[in-house]
Protein backbone atom coordinates (compact mmCIF):
# COMPACT_ATOMS: atom_id res chain seq x y z
CA UNK A 1 0.00 0.00 0.00
CA UNK A 2 1.29 3.59 -1.34
CA UNK A 3 2.09 5.64 1.85
CA UNK A 4 3.17 9.66 2.04
CA UNK A 5 6.75 9.48 1.92
CA UNK A 6 8.72 12.98 2.71
CA UNK A 7 11.59 12.63 0.37
CA UNK A 8 11.07 11.98 -3.45
CA UNK A 9 11.90 8.27 -4.35
CA UNK A 10 14.69 7.21 -5.73
CA UNK A 11 14.96 8.36 -9.17
CA UNK A 12 15.86 5.06 -11.53
CA UNK A 13 12.64 3.09 -9.72
CA UNK A 14 9.04 3.64 -9.68
CA UNK A 15 6.41 3.00 -7.20
CA UNK A 16 6.97 -0.26 -5.43
CA UNK A 17 10.86 -0.78 -7.03
CA UNK A 18 13.08 0.80 -4.77
CA UNK A 19 15.20 -0.65 -2.03
CA UNK A 20 15.19 -0.28 1.40
CA UNK A 21 18.68 1.32 1.89
CA UNK A 22 17.45 3.98 -1.00
CA UNK A 23 15.27 5.10 1.00
CA UNK A 24 16.46 8.60 2.66
CA UNK A 25 14.63 8.16 5.90
CA UNK A 26 16.43 4.64 6.39
CA UNK A 27 19.51 5.91 5.85
CA UNK A 28 19.00 9.25 7.97
CA UNK A 29 17.72 6.80 10.45
CA UNK A 30 20.72 4.44 10.72
CA UNK A 31 23.61 7.20 10.20
CA UNK A 32 21.86 8.59 13.06
CA UNK A 33 22.28 5.34 15.60
CA UNK A 34 25.65 4.55 13.81
CA UNK A 35 26.70 7.90 15.15
CA UNK A 36 24.81 7.35 18.69
CA UNK A 37 26.76 4.24 19.05
CA UNK A 38 30.28 5.93 18.27
CA UNK A 39 29.91 8.66 20.81
CA UNK A 40 29.03 6.01 23.27
CA UNK A 41 31.64 3.75 22.80
CA UNK A 42 34.21 6.21 21.58
CA UNK A 43 36.82 6.60 24.28
CA UNK A 44 37.67 10.42 24.34
CA UNK A 45 41.11 11.18 25.57
CA UNK A 46 41.59 13.12 28.67
CA UNK A 47 43.52 16.47 28.43
CA UNK A 48 46.16 15.70 31.62
CA UNK A 49 46.25 19.49 32.08
CA UNK A 50 43.47 21.30 33.99
CA UNK A 51 41.29 23.82 31.17
CA UNK A 52 43.17 26.98 32.29
CA UNK A 53 46.67 25.52 31.42
CA UNK A 54 45.64 23.73 28.21
CA UNK A 55 46.04 27.02 26.04
CA UNK A 56 49.42 27.83 27.39
CA UNK A 57 52.28 26.92 24.40
CA UNK A 58 55.66 29.01 23.16
CA UNK A 59 53.27 30.91 20.48
CA UNK A 60 51.47 32.74 23.08
CA UNK A 61 54.24 33.32 24.90
CA UNK A 62 55.84 37.00 25.01
CA UNK A 63 59.68 37.00 25.06
CA UNK A 64 61.74 39.63 25.95
CA UNK A 65 65.44 39.90 27.20
CA UNK A 66 64.16 38.79 30.68
CA UNK A 67 62.55 35.43 30.04
CA UNK A 68 64.56 34.84 26.37
CA UNK A 69 67.23 32.57 27.99
CA UNK A 70 64.58 30.14 30.01
CA UNK A 71 61.87 30.19 26.55
CA UNK A 72 64.86 29.17 24.27
CA UNK A 73 65.62 26.53 26.47
CA UNK A 74 62.48 24.99 27.00
CA UNK A 75 61.68 25.08 23.53
CA UNK A 76 64.88 22.96 23.33
CA UNK A 77 63.70 20.76 25.90
CA UNK A 78 60.79 19.74 23.71
CA UNK A 79 62.44 19.52 20.47
CA UNK A 80 65.62 17.14 22.44
CA UNK A 81 62.84 15.17 24.77
CA UNK A 82 62.75 12.23 22.52
CA UNK A 83 66.80 11.95 23.34
CA UNK A 84 66.98 12.56 27.07
CA UNK A 85 68.97 9.82 28.81
CA UNK A 86 68.53 9.66 33.01
CA UNK A 87 65.40 12.12 33.47
CA UNK A 88 66.86 15.30 33.27
CA UNK A 89 64.32 17.83 33.78
CA UNK A 90 63.93 21.65 34.38
CA UNK A 91 63.15 23.93 37.59
CA UNK A 92 61.46 26.92 37.01
CA UNK A 93 62.44 29.49 39.03
CA UNK A 94 60.96 33.04 39.75
CA UNK A 95 58.73 35.30 41.35
CA UNK A 96 55.05 35.32 40.88
CA UNK A 97 52.95 35.70 37.52
CA UNK A 98 56.39 35.64 35.66
CA UNK A 99 55.08 32.71 33.22
CA UNK A 100 56.72 29.57 35.34
CA UNK A 101 53.46 27.47 34.72
CA UNK A 102 52.73 28.66 31.44
CA UNK A 103 56.14 27.35 30.00
CA UNK A 104 56.09 24.27 31.95
CA UNK A 105 52.28 23.86 30.26
CA UNK A 106 53.72 24.66 26.80
CA UNK A 107 56.08 21.75 27.10
CA UNK A 108 53.53 19.65 28.26
CA UNK A 109 51.22 20.73 25.76
CA UNK A 110 53.76 20.63 22.81
CA UNK A 111 54.59 16.79 24.03
CA UNK A 112 51.49 15.09 25.32
CA UNK A 113 50.14 13.94 21.63
CA UNK A 114 53.05 11.86 21.56
CA UNK A 115 54.09 10.80 25.37
CA UNK A 116 52.53 10.30 28.28
CA UNK A 117 52.30 13.33 29.96
CA UNK A 118 51.17 14.62 33.63
CA UNK A 119 50.68 17.50 35.65
CA UNK A 120 49.97 18.09 39.17
CA UNK A 121 49.41 21.05 41.27
CA UNK A 122 51.87 20.15 44.74
CA UNK A 123 49.51 21.28 47.43
CA UNK A 124 45.94 20.59 45.74
CA UNK A 125 48.08 17.10 44.88
CA UNK A 126 49.11 16.58 48.37
CA UNK A 127 45.66 17.33 49.25
CA UNK A 128 44.24 15.11 47.55
CA UNK A 129 47.13 12.21 48.46
CA UNK A 130 45.42 12.83 52.36
CA UNK A 131 42.05 11.10 51.05
CA UNK A 132 43.79 8.69 49.19
CA UNK A 133 42.68 9.63 45.60
CA UNK A 134 45.95 9.79 44.09
CA UNK A 135 47.24 7.16 41.37
CA UNK A 136 50.72 7.30 42.48
CA UNK A 137 51.34 5.27 39.86
CA UNK A 138 50.08 6.91 37.30
CA UNK A 139 52.59 10.13 38.64
CA UNK A 140 55.54 7.47 39.12
CA UNK A 141 54.94 5.75 35.40
CA UNK A 142 54.64 9.63 33.35
CA UNK A 143 57.04 10.17 30.83
CA UNK A 144 57.01 13.72 31.64
CA UNK A 145 55.47 14.85 35.15
CA UNK A 146 54.84 18.78 35.67
CA UNK A 147 55.45 19.21 39.44
CA UNK A 148 53.70 22.83 39.46
CA UNK A 149 54.42 25.29 42.94
CA UNK A 150 56.47 22.47 44.69
CA UNK A 151 57.36 24.66 48.18
CA UNK A 152 53.93 26.43 48.31
CA UNK A 153 52.15 23.38 50.54
CA UNK A 154 51.73 23.31 54.03
CA UNK A 155 55.18 21.51 54.87
CA UNK A 156 55.26 18.34 57.18
CA UNK A 157 57.21 15.30 57.83
CA UNK A 158 53.90 13.29 55.48
CA UNK A 159 53.97 16.09 53.05
CA UNK A 160 57.96 15.76 52.53
CA UNK A 161 57.83 11.75 52.29
CA UNK A 162 54.95 11.84 49.60
CA UNK A 163 57.29 13.97 47.85
CA UNK A 164 60.35 12.06 48.08
CA UNK A 165 58.23 9.00 47.09
CA UNK A 166 57.25 10.71 44.14
CA UNK A 167 60.83 12.14 43.03
CA UNK A 168 63.00 9.15 43.84
CA UNK A 169 60.28 6.91 42.31
CA UNK A 170 60.52 9.21 39.02
CA UNK A 171 64.49 9.44 39.52
CA UNK A 172 64.87 5.46 39.76
CA UNK A 173 62.57 5.04 36.61
CA UNK A 174 65.16 7.55 34.30
CA UNK A 175 62.11 9.46 33.97
CA UNK A 176 61.97 13.57 33.75
CA UNK A 177 59.77 15.69 35.54
CA UNK A 178 59.87 20.10 35.06
CA UNK A 179 59.02 21.74 38.80
CA UNK A 180 57.91 25.22 38.85
CA UNK A 181 58.28 26.84 42.45
CA UNK A 182 58.70 30.66 44.01
CA UNK A 183 62.08 29.35 45.83
CA UNK A 184 65.34 30.66 44.13
CA UNK A 185 67.30 27.31 43.83
CA UNK A 186 69.34 28.08 46.79
CA UNK A 187 66.80 28.18 48.80
CA UNK A 188 65.15 24.93 48.14
CA UNK A 189 66.89 22.62 50.32
CA UNK A 190 66.11 25.16 53.48
CA UNK A 191 62.11 25.23 52.36
CA UNK A 192 61.79 21.30 50.84
CA UNK A 193 64.70 19.90 53.27
CA UNK A 194 67.67 18.46 52.34
CA UNK A 195 66.94 14.87 50.85
CA UNK A 196 64.58 16.04 48.57
CA UNK A 197 65.88 19.45 47.40
CA UNK A 198 68.88 17.36 46.61
CA UNK A 199 67.48 14.87 44.44
CA UNK A 200 65.41 18.14 42.37
CA UNK A 201 68.89 20.01 42.13
CA UNK A 202 71.24 17.08 41.43
CA UNK A 203 68.53 15.94 38.01
CA UNK A 204 67.10 19.08 36.86
CA UNK A 205 68.75 22.57 35.14
CA UNK A 206 67.09 25.48 37.48
CA UNK A 207 65.98 28.12 35.05
CA UNK A 208 65.42 31.49 36.29
CA UNK A 209 62.34 33.98 35.08
CA UNK A 210 62.30 37.99 35.06
CA UNK A 211 60.12 40.68 34.35
CA UNK A 212 56.93 41.74 35.53
CA UNK A 213 53.63 40.03 37.34
CA UNK A 214 51.93 39.25 33.85
CA UNK A 215 48.98 38.62 35.84
CA UNK A 216 48.75 42.27 37.50
CA UNK A 217 50.22 44.11 34.01
CA UNK A 218 46.71 42.49 32.29
CA UNK A 219 45.29 45.04 34.97
CA UNK A 220 47.06 47.81 33.93
CA UNK A 221 49.25 47.62 37.42
N1 LIG B 1 55.74 35.94 28.91
C1 LIG B 1 54.43 35.79 28.95
N2 LIG B 1 53.68 35.98 27.83
C2 LIG B 1 52.35 35.86 27.87
N3 LIG B 1 51.63 35.56 28.95
C3 LIG B 1 52.32 35.36 30.09
C4 LIG B 1 53.74 35.46 30.15
N4 LIG B 1 54.12 35.22 31.41
C5 LIG B 1 53.01 34.96 32.10
N5 LIG B 1 51.92 35.05 31.31
C6 LIG B 1 50.53 34.85 31.70
O1 LIG B 1 50.37 35.39 33.01
C7 LIG B 1 49.58 34.54 33.82
C8 LIG B 1 50.42 34.08 35.01
O2 LIG B 1 51.50 33.28 34.52
P1 LIG B 1 51.95 31.94 35.24
O3 LIG B 1 50.77 31.25 35.80
O4 LIG B 1 52.81 31.18 34.32
O5 LIG B 1 52.82 32.57 36.42
P2 LIG B 1 53.73 31.84 37.46
O6 LIG B 1 55.12 32.33 37.26
O7 LIG B 1 53.51 30.38 37.41
O8 LIG B 1 53.17 32.48 38.83
P3 LIG B 1 53.00 31.80 40.28
O9 LIG B 1 54.38 31.78 40.90
O10 LIG B 1 52.10 32.73 41.03
O11 LIG B 1 52.44 30.46 40.12
C9 LIG B 1 49.14 33.39 32.94
O12 LIG B 1 47.86 33.70 32.43
C10 LIG B 1 50.16 33.38 31.81
O13 LIG B 1 49.62 32.89 30.60
MG1 LIG C 1 52.53 29.06 38.69
Redesign the pocket.
Known sequence: MYRFHPFPLPGPYGRGQWFLGDCQCITAARRAQRSAWRELIEIKPVDPLPPALQS?AFD?????PY?EEPYRICSAYVERFGELKNGQGLILT??????????ACAVANALKERYVVRFAHVPTLLEKMRSGSVDLEALVNAQLLIL??IGSERESPWTTERLLIIVEGRLVHGRPTIY?T?YEAADLDKRLGMRLASRILGHNVALV?H?PD??LQ?YGY
Open positions: HNFKVANGKSGTGKTHLDDTNLGYRR
